[in-house]
C-alpha cells in the first residue's frame, strides 16, 4: 500500500503564498502518478495538478500560472507550490496517488487514483 501524508496548508491573504508536501511511503511509490485535488465546502472534488515519475506534469486551467507541480524521488515527496492564491482557492486539498501508471492520464479523473492522504486546508481571505 501507499500511504500519503500532506502538511504545508494555512489562511493567508489574497495574493499570497503557500507550498503544500505530500510525504509518499509504501511499495514502488515513485513509479506512481502523484496529484492534488482540492475540495472546497458543497462543491465537488477537482483535480488541481499532476504529475508523472518522468516529471512531466499538467494543471487545471484556473490554475495554470500561479500553481507549479514537482516531485523529488529521492525524498519520497510531491510539492505544490501555490502564488497569487484567491479566494476561490479556498478547499481542502488532498494529495493522490495512481498506482497503475507511471505518468497522469489528462482529466484528473478521482477514479484513476486509488490512494489519498488526509488533507490540509487552505483558506484565503
Known amino acids: 500500500d501507499v500511504q500519503l501524508v500532506e502538511s504545508g496548508g494555512g489562511s493567508v491573504q489574497t495574493g499570497g503564498s503557500l507550498r503544500l508536501s505530500c510525504q509518499a511511503s509504501?511499495?514502488?511509490?515513485?513509479?506512481?502518478?502523484l496529484a492534488w485535488f482540492r475540495q472546497a465546502p458543497g462543491k465537488a472534488r477537482e483535480g488541481v495538478a499532476g504529475?508523472?515519475?518522468?516529471?512531466?506534469?499538467a494543471a487545471a486551467d484556473s490554475v495554470k500560472g500561479r500553481f507549479t507541480i514537482s516531485r523529488d524521488n529521492a525524498k519520497n515527496t510531491v510539492y505544490l507550490q501555490m502564488n497569487g492564491l484567491k479566494p476561490e482557492d479556498t478547499a481542502m486539498y488532498y494529495c493522490?496517488?495512481?498506482?497503475?501508471?507511471?505518468?497522469?492520464?489528462?482529466?484528473?479523473?478521482?477514479?484513476?487514483?486509488?490512494?489519498w492522504g488526509q488533507g490540509t486546508q487552505v483558506t484565503v481571505s
Open positions: 493522490a496517488a495512481d498506482s497503475a501508471r507511471t505518468y497522469c492520464r489528462s482529466g484528473f479523473s478521482e477514479r484513476d487514483f486509488g490512494y
Open positions: 509504501g511499495y514502488h511509490h515513485s513509479a506512481y502518478c
Open positions: 504529475i508523472g515519475t518522468n516529471g512531466v506534469a
